[in-house]
């Protein structure tokens, strides 16, 4: 039995590689669970349950005894109906939508997914995907079910999210229902980072014919409370007047302050030591939030800043080819 029962897994998984059972080819959404998709195998308890059972039933037929025959076949109906809810547990729910924010390689990425519950309450439902984290998806009939899937992110660029498992053993853990989903969706992964972070270059690019701001190449940029330190001419006393206490003037660097960030500059690193350091120097850009234009085989972004130029610099490396070899 003990041999049988370990084998339980094993034959789940073999049977998910099976071409009948792998699942139809990446869908788009949104996509329903049907009962044709949807697999019931036994789980250890419901083996050993069954074992159980099954020498109840032979017992009774050998001593002739009505009590026992009545007492084994009421709990193999409630076997039979337990994998009926397990089965029902899954069928027409429904896949709206998912998201998922880009994250750096190496890291984990959160999927968010919206499901449909359908006409039934969804209890006790699992999702998991590859060798990410279990989900849980619960909630009553007609109404919008969330999970978030942590999967991991383990190389820059397009990453498929493959097939995602939905299982449950609701209500008594006798029986497992499964089904396979394949979202055609894709998840964009930032390359890793250089680490410990590089100093940024100290080149700047003023470009030629460009006028020099005001403020020895600096733009007022906001407001900020007086720090022991601050020159006195960086005051603003009207300001600091209305508020009644002392406020400075922060600067932003002008355009002279432009950071080149070029992949010609790096010729003693390979590819992917080239990428990281790049996507280091954009990450730390802007939170220093410096104007950069980053410089790349297959064009030139920026000047720019903000959460925008970041991602668009940011997508760009992480979409490089790789190093051939």
């Not at 998984?13 to 996509?31: A, C, D």
């Not at 547990?89 to 997914?113: F, K, S, T, W, Y």
């Not at 998991?128 to 007609?142: D, M, R, S, V």
């Not at 330190?229 to 922060?250: C, F, N």
Request: charged share 20%.
């Amino acid at each position: 039995m003990t041999a049988q029962v370990a084998g339980v897994g094993r034959l789940e998984r073999w049977l998910g590689r099976l071409p009948l059972l792998r699942g139809r080819s990446p869908e788009s959404l949104p996509m329903r669970l049907e009962h044709r998709r949807i697999y019931v195998l036994p789980t250890r308890l419901g083996l050993l349950v069954g074992g159980v059972l099954l020498a109840m039933l032979l017992g009774a037929l050998n001593y002739n005894n009505n009590a026992g025959l009545v007492l084994a076949f009421l709990l193999i109906a409630v076997v039979i109906i337990s994998a009926v809810v397990a089965h029902l547990g899954l069928a027409g729910l429904r896949l709206e939508a998912l998201q998922a924010e880009p994250v750096h390689a190496g890291g984990l990425l959160a999927l968010r997914l919206v499901f449909d519950s359908g006409q039934r309450a969804r209890q006790g439902l699992w999702l998991q995907g590859g060798e990410g984290e279990a989900a849980l998806l619960a909630g009553p009939a007609a109404t919008r079910l969330e999970a978030v899937l942590k999967l991991p992110a383990n190389r820059r660029g397009r990453q498929g999210l493959g097939r995602l498992r939905l299982t449950t053993t609701h209500p008594l853990g006798l029986v497992r229902a499964w089904a396979w989903i394949a979202p055609e969706a894709g998840v964009l992964v930032y390359p890793a980072l250089e680490t410990p972070p590089p100093a940024l270059p100290g080149a700047a690019d003023r470009g030629p014919g460009r006028p020099r701001p005001d403020r020895s190449g600096e733009d007022t940029h906001h407001l900020r409370d007086y720090r022991p330190g601050d020159a006195p001419r960086q005051i603003a006393w009207k300001a600091s007047a209305r508020s009644g206490q002392l406020r400075v003037r922060e600067y932003e660097a002008g355009v002279a302050q432009e950071l080149v960030l070029d992949w010609h500059t790096l010729p003693g690193l390979g590819t992917e030591a080239r990428i990281r350091r790049l996507a280091a120097w954009v990450v730390e850009a802007e939170r220093q939030g410096r104007r950069s234009r980053l410089v790349l085989p297959s064009g030139v972004l920026g000047p720019g800043r903000g959460a925008a130029h970041r991602h668009a610099c940011l997508e760009a490396l992480a979409l490089l080819p790789a190093a051939p070899g």
